[in-house]
């Protein structure tokens, strides 16, 4: 195989690696989780995830009757609760 044949075989690899990249990205965009299976991921109870929603703690999308989580959302939302945390441990170790 040639130079030219092995450059064109790995842009292929390259390309079908940044296909899936994109693809992934846009499946993270889209996953929504309903109120039990957020509060199976957070560990708490579906009661404790209604209050939380009612109390415009965690973020939340209305779809009809339904209330839904977008998963990303939760993730950035539990990313920023404990970065909160860490400094509210900071101020009191410092006290």
């Not at 390259?14 to 846009?26: C, G, P, R, S, V």
């Not at 209305?62 to 939760?74: D, E, S, V, Y």
Request: proline share 2%; charged share 35%; aromatic share 6%.
């Amino acid at each position: 195989m040639g130079v030219l044949e092995e450059v064109l075989e790995e842009l292929k690899e390259i390309n079908q690696k940044m296909e899936q990249l994109a693809t992934l990205d846009q499946s993270k965009e889209t996953k929504m989780l309903n109120v039990d299976e957020a509060a199976q991921f957070l560990k708490l109870s579906t009661t404790k995830v209604y209050e939380l929603m009612r109390q415009r703690e965690i973020p939340f999308v209305k779809a009809g009757r339904r209330k839904l989580i977008p998963k990303q959302m939760l993730l950035e939302w539990i990313d920023q609760n404990a970065q909160d945390n860490q400094q509210v441990e900071r101020i009191y170790q410092i006290k």
